[in-house]
């Protein structure tokens, strides 16, 4: 069957990224004998639908699957919503493609699928992991049957397939987004109450041949000729023996390679930290989201203070950029602990740090179920349209904090407060050569990056 896969994704901040979860699936596709392209929105703006149209026309597909990663930014208090925007592509595919079967699929459609499934009226849906799922929806059609309306794929092992990136212009992504990608695991066993990733990735670590995937990173550097990729595990760090055994991979391979990952702080070790250094590893983000045990406890973090204190110190060591992300006005902040935060980011001193505003609420989550309880919103109101939980005593006076702290910390970044400005002064730094993440240049504006970059 002509298969189209569609990475609808057009946000390009802070970073244009790679539709990898597209790419996987596209592959799995091809794998299973299909004939299979993808259409690519991320760098086409305005032209998008033109382009879609043109597309369809040309390929006359008998599947049209559709990606849809994100469902809003996430930003409070100003945020954008994609949902418009999906709903013209969805017009347009069913306008063009009359007689193809029209799929969704993707991290955001996971999270609420029947809202989507609502929203958008596909034919089909795939909520969780779509390499398997996708292929077998694929031979139901094939054998003339019609598929349910709705698949859930259950987590199951990590897929054998590799994303086909082939069928992207990764020279652009690298160019304007500074990382390939790749993924070593999937999974998340932690228990923070407002979070998604278990949703979206199950409960347990999966993990996926050390091998496969340094064989896979090592000819997309080649292809590429890239030399940064990010790790778009949830927390890299666990399990930390298989950390580990994705770095040794690197330093047996002497990969001349500079490379980023999202960790926590929870069971970080310093030798970890230090093998990654020497695998490459130039910066790490840490999901900490706060520094006071109040609201460690309400966000229910792995881990508390001293862990926050020691993984800032041990990354400084090995030589590591490190950021924090930060929630602040989640549940339980109060002036006080948002002070204690504050001050244990400054005693720390990371090279960045991240501040979203509020917590943007999700079904099947434990926050959900206590605004709920707090006659915030019904769970089952929370959708496509962004709800976000911030708690009582600091709602009033959040926004003009957080506008006091941006102020007074130059390598503080609030994505709800900031608008374009950073957009454009990261274009600048882009076109300019700087690869890998740019918050590792954050407090340093005037600085010249250039000679520390490999390029
Ligand atoms: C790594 C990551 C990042 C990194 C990305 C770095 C990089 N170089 O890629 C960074 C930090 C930059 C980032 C930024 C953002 N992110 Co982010 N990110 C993630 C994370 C942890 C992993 C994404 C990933 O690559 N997964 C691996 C791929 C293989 O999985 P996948 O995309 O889900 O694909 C699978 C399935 O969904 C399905 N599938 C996918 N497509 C299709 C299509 C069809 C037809 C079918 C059938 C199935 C299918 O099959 C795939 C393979 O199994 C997810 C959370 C998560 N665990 O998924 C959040 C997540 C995707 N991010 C999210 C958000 C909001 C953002 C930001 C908007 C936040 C912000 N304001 O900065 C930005 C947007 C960036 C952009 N340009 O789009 C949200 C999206 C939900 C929402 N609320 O909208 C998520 C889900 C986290 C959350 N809050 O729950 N992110």
Not at 49 to 58: F, G, S, V
Not at 61 to 79: L, Y
Not at 334 to 361: D, Q, S
Not at 446 to 453: L, N, Y
Request: hydrophobic share 40%; aromatic share 10%.
């Amino acid at each position: 069957m002509r298969v189209l896969v569609i990475a609808a994704n057009q946000e390009q901040k802070p970073d244009p990224v790679v539709p990898l979860g597209a790419a996987f699936v596209a592959g799995a596709a091809r794998d299973a004998g299909h004939d299979v392209r993808m259409f690519d929105a991320c760098f086409l703006g305005e032209k998008v639908l033109p382009e879609l149209i043109n597309t369809l026309r040309q390929f006359q597909p008998d599947v049209v699957g559709m990606s849809i990663r994100n469902i809003d930014d996430v930003c409070w208090p100003q945020g954008v919503s994609y949902l418009p925007y999906y709903r013209k592509l969805g017009v347009c595919i069913r306008a063009v493609a009359q007689d193809a079967r029209f799929v969704l699929g993707g991290s955001a459609f996971t999270l609420m699928p029947t809202q989507f499934m609502r929203a958008i009226e596909p034919d089909h849906g795939v909520a969780g992991e779509g390499e398997g799922a996708f292929v077998s929806l694929l031979a139901t059609l094939e054998a003339g049957e019609l598929p349910p309306r709705l698949l859930r794929a259950e987590p199951a092992g990590f897929p054998s397939t590799h994303p086909a990136l082939d069928l992207l212009d990764i020279d652009q992504y690298y160019q304007r987004g500074g990382a390939l990608n790749v993924q070593t695991r999937r999974g998340c066993s932690f228990l923070c109450t407002y979070c998604t990733y278990p949703v979206l990735e199950g409960r347990h670590a999966r993990r996926r041949a050390v091998c496969d995937t340094v064989d896979e990173l090592e000819s997309g550097l080649l292809r590429y000729g890239a030399k940064h990729f990010f790790v778009v595990d949830n927390t890299f760090n666990h399990p930390t023996e298989h950390a580990a055994e994705f770095c040794e991979e690197l330093l047996r391979r002497e990969l001349n390679v500079r490379w980023t990952a999202y960790v926590t702080p929870a069971g970080m070790t310093e030798e970890l930290l230090r093998l990654m250094a020497r695998a490459g590893c130039g910066s790490v983000e840490y999901g900490t989201d706060a520094a006071s045990e109040v609201t460690l406890g309400a966000l229910g973090k792995s881990f508390g203070i001293p862990e926050i204190v020691h993984v800032s110190d041990w990354s400084r060591r090995a030589g590591l950029k490190f950021a924090h992300t930060l929630i602040l006005g989640g549940p339980d902040e109060t002036p006080a602990t948002m002070a204690e935060t504050v001050a244990v980011m400054e005693k720390v001193n990371p090279t960045a740090v991240f501040a979203m505003l509020g917590v943007r609420l999700y079904p099947n989550t434990q926050l959900a179920r206590r605004a709920e309880r707090e006659g915030l919103i019904a769970e089952a109101e929370i959708g496509i349209e962004p709800v976000f939980y911030v708690s009582e005593s600091v709602a009033p006076t959040l926004e003009e904090s957080a506008r006091a702290l941006a102020a007074s910390h130059s390598n503080w970044f609030f994505p709800g407060l900031e608008g374009e400005r950073w957009t454009r002064f990261w274009h600048r730094r882009r076109t300019h050569g700087i690869r890998g993440p740019l918050w590792e240049w954050m407090g340093q504006a005037t600085a010249d990056p250039a000679h520390e970059v490999i390029r």
